[in-house]
């Protein structure tokens, strides 16, 4: 099935690399870290102890895709939520597996003459610039721009894509990465370019995957049951198709990102050293002519009508104006707002208790303000405060348990006119029971981290700001405290976060640590602005923030 065939005249390669045999994905398991492909992963899934992909978009994107195929397996095996834990035991049927993957080989092909694995096949005709392979690598935002990734040998964004990276690489740039201006140009005449809408999609934020014993408990437990009903295919599998009534499993699995791979044969190793990079509608590229004439047709009708309409006769009823199709910029942000509403894993911040009356469209928003270079202080904050509790994603899956490992995976971005630009993306792990526990466990870490962190923060900025006033750099210097408090009240924080777990209440010692360690942060960011003229600012900023910290003390 991984072999490859050159044509006689070109010697070009028209099909090679199935990612069901090609040893590409790294996994741990008894034996170590050791690569495979589709097929013994999922035949041996409740072997397998995780995935260990590192950089952090095409992790994402790997688990994306492969609980994509987790659901047509159990579409094909059968498996209920009654039956699933037999699978986390046992492991997945191999017939089933065989016939899920049978139905969509010839979707799975690096290279195709039709239908590459997450690629646009159509791109074989462009004629517009051809960019390097590796910049459509999530792990740098381009060519010709910095590499955010910031690792030593971050190169990804001028070099080649090796074979067996590719995979993992279209599956973060297909789920993950924000869709661009780039235009192609197809048999001479250019395709629209979508990349406007980018910036309107709300695709940063934070995904929860719950993890369990095994792969294969982890892929049940982030897989949807609506997904493994009907018998509809991922987006990414049926690539050609560009209109039609988009289902669960489709709406939830689109793009904005389209692409074709160029392989090149480098001292006998197959290398992919360059790509066509366009932006895409639903699950084909851009409108044809034809959806244009369609929207043009139905402009003239609904003229007509209402010309027709102005002389109606008495009890003559009028004629309704059609809905015109959506097409170009405002169907693809269309369809992309609605792929990020069924991304299984978002977290979407639950609405402002403060606030009265039905949450606005416009203000929902994900949980953003959490990634691995913050505190796990800090990142409780960010669920009970600021996104007010949030649901936990996956209460649909296939498999549904009280108790499960979290990781979250963050995406930062910042809005540059009108489009977005990818800032940052992690992993990180909360402690065990932190998220999704009892109502009790969750009023007790509320209350931690509105004690422990909003207060402190606030106090720590006022006493900050009382010194420096409004010559300094207020806000570095706040955001070095805050890094200090929260290395400093690390040992208070396991301490509380164990209390918690237990349904028991912090204590008056308890706040007295993170207050001192509050105390000590300030005295430490402080430091390099002492000057005999600010020293009596100084002592005042202090001793009001002991006050303030010590009345919470009072309070406990």
Known sequence: MNHETFSDRSKTITQQGNIRELAWLPVIDASGRRLVGLDELFSTAHLIERIDVRAPIEKAGVLRFLTTVTALIVRAQGVTKRSAGAVVTDGFAPAAIKQALDAIDDRLWLIHATTPFMQEGRYAAATSVVKTAASIRSTSPGDSTKAWWGRPGDGFATGNVLFEDAPAVLMGFWFYSLNNNSAVVLDGVPLPMQGSAAGKVKAAGVRLWKGGENLAATLLMNTPQQWAKGSELPAWAQTLQTSGHLDPFVAATITGNATLLLADEIDGEIIFTGAHIGSVLRRGIPPTAADHAAVQAAKSRNKAAITANRTLAVGELPTPAETLPELGVDALKASLMDAWRKDPQIVLRKPDPKKKGPQKDEDIRALNDVHAGT?????????????????????????????????????????????????????????????????????????????????????????????????????ATHNDALSRFSFLADGVVTEVIAVSLRGEAFTSVHVKSWTNAAINAFDEAIEP????????????????????????????
Do not use: C
Request: aromatic content about 10%.
């Open 529 to 556: 602005y002492a000057s005999a003229r600010r020293l009596p600012d100084i002592a005042a900023a202090r001793h009001k923030l002991i006050q303030t910290l010590h009345k919470t003390e009072s309070e406990k």
């Open 375 to 475: 505190s796990v202080l800090h990142n409780l904050r960010a669920w009970y405060l600021r996104a007010f509790n949030p649901d936990v994603p996956g209460q649909a899956s296939i498999l549904v348990r009280d108790e499960f490992t979290v990781e979250l995976f963050s995406i930062q971005m910042d809005q540059k006119g009108s489009y977005g630009e990818l800032t940052g993306a992690s992993w990180l792990s909360m402690p065990p029971g932190t998220v999704g526990g009892s109502p009790e466990v969750q009023a007790a870490l509320t209350k931690f981290a509105d004690y422990a962190y909003e207060r402190v923060r606030s106090a720590l900025y006022t006493a900050i700001r009382a010194v420096l006033h409004d010559d300094g750099p207020v806000g």
